[in-house]
């Protein structure tokens, strides 16, 4: 299958989980599955747009008193009066404008000056109106989106639930800790999982390392819990790589399975019959990155609710072998320049802003696509 094809489908084949009530100061990360309506105008009373003072009626005003932010006062005020006020203070009744400190002269209890063009007061519902859009669906919660929320009175918002992950660790060399002795490595995957993960608006659900054994790698799949399982290593064709074989056994539906590209050829996407997903990452550590880059992420976006987007392009410079049929995918900098020709490993990825999706008849300086370094 074409690396575009595969990275489309994961993209395009999972809705978006269901929605849930939350608070919106718990729904940060989350995706809105509801447009946000304003529920309290904004500002919600009408208030000094700066420091000076509040005049009712034409000047000179009489000063009656002082009203900081925050103070509620009680009754009109009468023509002719004045109280000083702090901006973000409600406006007390009769009030037609706030004259600002630097365009008055105060003398004793007695205000003059001049009410311009401008009043000063902002006025509720001047900037959102109940009822009026706040954000609309399909925004990720960000801080700022979160600010706007309560500022317009809202409580609770309708997220998507969030994809739980779960990730099985293969490999009987693979080790957690410690120095490796002979035959084994350290894992690489644990990390760049999680990261890609929580990226893309996944949360982790179980953890487990798995020796190289078909029934344990069953039983680990029949009770791997969360939507999605991640399975590193165990993708290709040798005596100890059970997994495709099993997927196939339990009926799995494949979606992707093999893709036309280096590193990362054997990547699978595949979906159980109870409805998990499962994406195969092959055990090379720079070509698993590639998988998960490749089908992961775009896959939990869609779960997480995330609007299917492209992926960006920047013209990229520099001499890799291409990959006839298929394409290579090599590190980059922001700027778009190649980190070393050749490279593939994690040290190469390490030095990189994105990695560069490049056709076999992409040519130095042509753009092409873009995955983010985690
Ligand atoms: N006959 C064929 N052999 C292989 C093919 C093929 O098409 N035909 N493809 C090669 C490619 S490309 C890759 S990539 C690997 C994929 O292998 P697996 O996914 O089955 O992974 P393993 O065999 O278990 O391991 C490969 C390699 O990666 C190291 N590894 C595994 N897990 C980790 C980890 N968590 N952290 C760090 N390193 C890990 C492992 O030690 C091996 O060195 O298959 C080729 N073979
Ligand atoms: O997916 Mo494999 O190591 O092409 O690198």
Not at 16 to 38: F, H, I, K
Not at 56 to 66: F, H, K, N
Not at 124 to 150: F, M
Not at 160 to 170: E, G, M
Request: glycine share 12%.
């Amino acid at each position: 299958m074409r690396w575009q094809d595969a990275w489309a489908i994961a993209r395009d084949s999972a809705k978006p989980l269901a929605g849930q009530l939350l608070p919106v100061e718990a729904a940060g990360g989350r995706v809105l599955a509801g447009a946000v309506r304003c529920e309290r105008p904004v500002p919600a009373f009408d208030n000094a747009a700066m420091d000076g003072f509040a005049v009712a009626g034409p000047g000179p005003w009489t000063i009656s008193g002082r009203v900081l932010a925050g103070a509620v006062t009680g009754g009109t005020m009468r023509p002719g009066s004045a109280v000083e006020i702090a901006t973000g203070a409600l406006v007390p009744e009769g009030v037609e404008a706030v004259l600002p400190y630097e365009d008055c002269v105060v003398e004793d209890d007695t205000v003059t000056g001049t009410v311009g063009p401008r009043r000063h007061i902002r006025r509720a519902g001047d900037s959102l109106a109940v009822g009026a859009p706040v954000v609309p669906a399909g925004r990720i919660v960000t801080a700022t989106v979160a600010a706007a929320i309560v500022q317009a009175g809202v409580g609770n918002v309708l997220v998507h639930r969030p994809p739980a992950v779960t990730l099985l660790v293969t490999g009987d060399e693979v080790i957690s800790e410690g120095v490796p002795g002979p035959g084994q490595v350290r894992d690489t995957f644990t990390g760049l999982v999680t990261a890609v993960a929580a990226r893309a608006g996944g949360v982790p659900a179980e953890r487990h390392r798995l020796p190289d054994d078909r029934a344990l790698m069953r039983d680990a799949l029949a009770a791997a819990s969360g939507d999605v399982i991640v399975v590193s290593g165990s993708s290709s064709a040798g005596a100890a790589d059970h997994l495709h074989e099993l997927l196939t056994a339990d009926g799995a539906t494949w979606l992707v399975r093999g893709v036309a590209c280096r590193p990362g050829h054997p990547q699978a996407l595949a979906v159980l019959p109870d409805g998990r997903w499962v994406v195969s990452l092959p055990g090379n550590p720079y070509a698993g990155l590639v998988a998960a880059l490749t089908l992961l992420e775009p896959l939990l976006a869609a779960l997480a609710g995330r609007p299917a987007a492209a992926l960006p392009t920047l013209p990229v410079t520099g001499n890799p072998k291409l990959m006839p049929g298929g394409v290579r995918i090599v590190p980059v900098t922001a700027d778009g320049s190649l980190v070393a020709a050749g490279a593939v490993g994690l040290h190469a990825a390490a030095a990189a802003d994105y990695l560069a999706v490049l056709a076999d008849d992409w040519t130095p300086g042509a753009p092409a696509p873009l995955l983010r370094v985690p």
